[in-house]
């Protein structure tokens, strides 16, 4: 299971930072990913971070967001800096690949 939180209404150029709280799996030897989805599109990757650290980000993102993860508190966080009204979504936490079972994604909402 996951718990996403830490979303919220920012202005352009501000920052926020997701965290997600993962239980029912051996959280360490997983790798994790956010996602982001707004209405009538796909769910798409943010960012990932392997078991080792290793991270990947989407060309949209690049720059901005810092995927890390906590092993010791099963927790996966997002820093979202420079924030731009088409980072706008609902951001979700999960494997990456992602298993079948979603949290209920924190919502995220960049407007002046």
């Known amino acids: 299971q996951f718990a996403e939180t830490g979303g919220g209404l920012v202005q352009p150029g501000g920052s926020l930072r997701l965290s997600c709280v993962a239980s029912?799996?051996?959280?360490?030897?997983?790798?994790m990913a956010w996602y982001r989805q707004t209405a009538g599109t796909e769910r798409e990757l943010v960012a990932g971070?392997?078991?080792?650290?290793?991270?990947k980000y989407a060309d949209s993102v690049k720059g901005r967001f810092t995927i890390s993860r906590d092993n010791g508190r099963n927790t996966a966080y997002l820093q979202m800096n420079s924030l731009k009204p088409e980072d706008t979504a609902v951001y979700y936490c999960?494997?990456?690949?992602?298993?079948?079972?979603w949290g209920q994604g924190t919502r995220v909402s960049v407007s002046a």
């Open positions: 999960n494997m990456r690949p992602p298993s079948a079972t």
């Open positions: 029912g799996f051996d959280f360490n030897i997983y790798s």
């Open positions: 971070i392997t078991s080792r650290d290793e991270t």
